[in-house]
């Protein structure tokens, strides 16, 4: 069996760099996850479809609704998923916008509040 070296030629541990800053846009968009909006824009779609109504008229509102419910409806859940696991975040992946600090508690507000504007504006339309 072969002897393991002294301690002193082991070769140093190297640290691992943070995460690189990255802007408010990207860190929303790295939050916001929009690899998972396409399952609810293509429901939305699929209902538009089988409602069996005519879109005459209304080609703008239904583009609108596709376009709107992937980031309103997993978006959204996504980055209230994120908040509310900030503390176990913090420890399996401090690199994420919200433990690494890039998004504050400010931050969330603020999107939620417009992202509930925007919602009601759509639902009245």
Known sequence: MAAMP??????P????????????????????KPI???????AFMCGIVSSGQPLSGRW?????GVALSGPLVCGTSQAVNDWFDRHVDAINEPGRPIPSGRIGA?????????L???????GVC
């Not at 400010?106 to 417009?114: A, D, N, V």
């Open 6 to 11: 002294p301690p002193a030629a082991m070769p």
């Open 36 to 42: 998972t909006w396409f399952a609810p824009m293509w």
């Open 106 to 114: 400010e931050g969330p507000s603020l999107r939620k509040r417009t």
């Open 116 to 122: 509930a504007y925007c919602t009601q504006c759509y």
């Open 60 to 64: 703008a509102l239904a583009l609108v």
């Open 13 to 32: 541990t190297v640290a691992m760099a943070p995460p690189a800053s990255r802007s408010g846009a990207a860190a929303v968009l790295e939050l916001l």
